[in-house]
């Protein structure tokens, strides 16, 4: 996901491609999600794995999302 979001601004400031806002907000989204994910895992240690697969299921989701958004 980070190399994705890299890449992504990498060709939107570099390269000049307009992409879709809403494709771009989804995609900061999910990475958002990974960082507040990540700062949980102490706290619901006892329910680690249903944070993982919850947050999993929604950055998938976020991703579906943005790639849908991304080809209108």
Do not use: C, D, W
């Not at 190399?3 to 990498?10: E, K, Y």
């Amino acid at each position: 996901m980070f190399v994705q979001v890299a890449l992504g601004v990498g060709l939107v400031a570099g390269q000049h491609i307009k992409a879709p806002q809403f494709h771009m907000l989804y995609g900061f989204s999910a990475f958002i999600a990974i960082g507040i994910i990540y700062s949980y895992r102490q706290q619901l240690r006892h329910r680690v794995y249903l944070l993982y697969g919850l947050g999993g299921l929604f950055i998938m989701g976020t991703g579906i999302r943005a790639m849908l958004v991304g080809k209108t």
